[in-house]
């Protein structure tokens, strides 16, 4: 027994120094990546289930990291909010973003709305409605031409501060979407005293539907909700057909997920605005 205790705190002793140097590697990688341009986005479509029109597109962060490899928002994101490095690498998002649909529609393609996620400091961050702000009269891109996205957690770990960015950003006329929603336990209340545009169901509930007896009628609750309070729901996480129907069924106005198409480097999602 002493033996196997004495192992077990080698193993873990060497599993935590493992943990450190990576923190410390990815750490100092965070710092340089974006000098580096190591960053790129990837696009995913929002389409319209009733018109079946691509009405939006989401970006999503990915890091070529030189020694890891490709690397996904859950690999990097809790160090980068956690350092604050966050910052610099959200406003980069955004005028990405934004410089690339410009781009599009410079080009004459039908580019949609872009939808960026915000995490908790950059929503905090008082700056914020600045920065996009100056983004967007940088790139000549209307307020109506981006949509942030923002956790119901973010939002129920310091209401005050969303309410204030909240109206910050509905005063200059940026539309704003509860992502996840449903996952977290905001008040409807707080839902009603927040001037929102969206509520998108978080993908569990869908992969739930097939198995779990309460995922529809929690889904067919948000939608019946965003009817009446007279909000617009996307679904996100749409893998399959029977899914899609459910959702058109339920009145679910948008939907996005694989079913439609993964999200994909720039270039791919500009052969996909060129067939439109
Ligand atoms: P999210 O905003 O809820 O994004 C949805 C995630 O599901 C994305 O993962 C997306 O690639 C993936 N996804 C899309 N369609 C499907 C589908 O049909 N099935 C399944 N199983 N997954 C699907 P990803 O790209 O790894 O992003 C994870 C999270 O990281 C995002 O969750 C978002 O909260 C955060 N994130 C991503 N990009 C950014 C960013 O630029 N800034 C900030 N602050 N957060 C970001
Ligand atoms: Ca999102
Ligand atoms: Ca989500
Ligand atoms: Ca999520």
């Excluded at 956690?82 to 410009?102: D, H, K, M, S």
Aim: with cysteine; glycine share 6%; net charge negative.
């Amino acid at each position: 027994a002493k033996e196997g205790g004495r192992n077990t705190y080698h193993f873990f002793s060497a599993e935590m120094h493992q943990q450190v140097l990576q923190r410390i590697t990815l750490e100092q990688g965070l710092v340089q990546a974006l000098e580096r341009d190591e960053f790129h986005l990837c696009y995913q479509e929002q389409t319209e289930l009733h018109s079946g029109k691509i009405v939006g597109m989401e970006v999503f962060l990915r890091w070529m990291n030189p020694e890891l490899g490709l690397l996904r928002p859950a690999d990097f994101l809790p160090l980068a909010e956690e350092t604050g490095l966050i910052l610099p690498i959200g406003e980069w998002v955004l005028r990405n973003a934004c410089t690339q649909l410009r781009a599009w529609r410079e080009a004459g393609l039908p580019a949609p709305r872009v939808a960026v996620n915000l995490s908790g400091r950059q929503l905090k961050h008082f700056r914020l409605v600045e920065t996009i702000c100056r983004v967007l009269d940088e790139t000549g891109l209307s307020p109506r031409d981006l949509e942030v996205e923002v956790t119901e957690n973010i939002i129920s770990s310091d209401l005050p501060t969303a309410a204030e960015r909240f109206e910050e950003l509905k005063r200059i006329g940026i539309s704003i979407a509860i992502d996840d929603f449903g996952t977290g336990i905001s008040s409807l209340r707080n839902l009603q005293r927040l001037p929102i545009d969206r509520l998108k169901i978080d993908h569990s509930f869908l992969q739930g539907l097939a198995t779990q007896k309460d995922a529809a009628p929690i889904i067919k609750t948000i939608i019946g909700m965003a009817h009446n309070l007279d909000l617009r729901v996307i679904a996100e996480g749409v893998e399959t057909n029977d899914q899609r129907d459910f959702l058109h069924q339920q009145g679910c106005h948008e939907v996005q997920g694989y079913y439609f198409s993964r999200p994909v480097p720039a270039e791919e999602f500009r052969k996909l605005l060129n067939t439109l």
